[in-house]
């Protein structure tokens, strides 16, 4: 038997034996009482807010344990469970990997198969507050406009079977109603996904379904329930082998849980509360008054950023972004990008400059550890661009200026979706709730990027029709759809043009 086939399994009876390398949580767990949820314990939730609860626990203990509840596979009731919520942090930059084991997760309940115990958790007084990181698509909202979409198969089951919900929107809606008509005790629901506004459009899809009730339930959510807006912020790429095999051999366990994130993290969350909330302020959260400048910051430069490496890597033959910042075209173009047509689009950020913000975002972008794959980003694409590149494109339009570098990663997302379709040889797998509809434009239209373009604007629950209809975007988009169809990097090339080379001349003489 290996030494690594004889390491322990993390678990409470593990937990003191490891090595003092190892951080473990500074309190005693066993006295540890729930008083959280959190909808959807994958890696970033597990990378950020549950460390943040856990920095709080050690400084100030309280009923503040959390209870994950699993609603898609994997089954990490089976795996983050059978470890009792256990699980190790992995922060890792460049070359240096360091591990902290986590304890605020108290334990994971799967409602894969049935919404039964997850309503459990939800409509329970024990629970004050409830996260959710279920990634935009979990909304079932048409990001174009915000609404619920009563057309998404999930939501249109639910409205027929409210009591028993397929989709997210449907699960809180139902577990309001048990609260309701049970203790009655408020809940406060922060999402802490990546979309702006994220606790009003939270609200407004719940309240949608609600409002088609009538029986009182609309009312009681409006007076017992909050929905606070939250900005949250760490790189935290998909586990890879390599991460299990630096805690078994690194540091002499075995973690099935391990997640992995870069060493910046941020959460800014709007003070608004109702009933008990844990004071994540005294730990480094940012209470405020209006979350909108940090979001809009870290979604159109750091989420921008990302989004455009993504697809511009993919086509330029990278795997993972931080390939793609070895690139000197494509940072180059990324940096000129946000610096000309991205930042104008903000606001005053307190505390910020914006123009290094960009530079920090390159800088963590770069870290060799992090082993972000360009197409895991590029997932979903539909549902992100609208506020990473959509929206600044709009307001920039509506003010006369130019867009010609923020439309290139719309056309670059284009692109990576037609190249899956049967017409161009399906080079790649994608994972888009709009993949199949504009695979099928492909195949029929072919390469005519004037048809694609046309008909993938057709979109309405992507574009938004002042959008798609202005002749400058169109146009726009049709010029670098053609490029890059042909030739994804010399387009690039010609369009960061003799400028962005004397920049980048001068980036390399003043490094």
Known sequence: MSAVARNPLLGPVSLNRLPEAVQRPAYDRTRL??????????????????????????????????????????????????????????????????????????????????????????????????????????????????????????????????????????????ALELRMSTHGRPLTLVSCDNIPGNGALLQNVVQSITHRRGNGLEDWIAANAAFPSTMVDRIAPATSQADFETVERGFGYRDRAVVTGEPFRQWVLENRFAGRFPRWDEVGVTFVDDVTPFEHLKMRVLNGAQTTLSYLGVLAGHEHTCDDMK?????????????????????????????????????????????????????????????????????????????????????????????????????????????ARIAAIADRVGSDAPALVREILSIDAIFDRELSANAAFRQAVVAHLEGLLEDPMGHLRHVCGLPLAAQLNHATHTA
């Open 33 to 174: 009482r729930v008083g959280m949820a959190h909808i959807g314990v994958g890696a970033f939730h597990r990378c950020h807010q549950a460390e943040y609860t856990d920095d709080l626990l050690a400084k100030h203990f309280d009923r503040w344990g959390v209870v994950g509840i699993n609603i898609r596979s994997p089954d990490l009731a089976g795996t983050l469970g059978r470890q009792a919520g256990l699980y190790t942090r992995l922060i890792r930059e460049n070359d240096r990997a360091e591990a902290r084991v986590i304890g605020s997760i108290v334990s994971v309940v799967d409602s894969q198969a049935s919404p039964e115990p997850a309503l459990e958790v939800l409509a329970s007084s024990d629970i004050d507050v409830v996260t959710l990181t279920i990634t935009e698509k979990g909304y079932c909202h048409r990001p174009a406009s915000g609404d619920l979409d009563t057309a998404h198969p999930d939501i249109v089951h639910d409205l027929s079977n409210p009591h028993a919900p397929r989709s997210v929107p449907g699960l809180i809606a139902r």
């Open 327 to 435: 690139d000197p075209l494509l940072v180059g173009f990324v940096r000129r990008m946000l610096l000309e047509e991205s930042l104008p689009t903000l606001g005053p950020v307190p505390g910020i400059s914006p123009e290094a913000y960009v530079e920090q975002s390159l800088e963590r972008l770069r870290n060799t550890a992090i082993r972000h794959r360009n197409h895991q980003i590029a997932t979903d694409g539909s549902q992100k661009i609208v506020q990473r590149l959509l929206n600044p494109i709009l307001e920039r339009l509506r003010r006369g200026e130019a867009v010609r570098l923020l439309t290139l990663p719309v056309a670059a997302w284009m692109v990576y979706l037609v190249k899956a379709s049967d017409r161009f040889g399906r080079q790649w797998t994608v994972d888009d709730p709009h993949a």
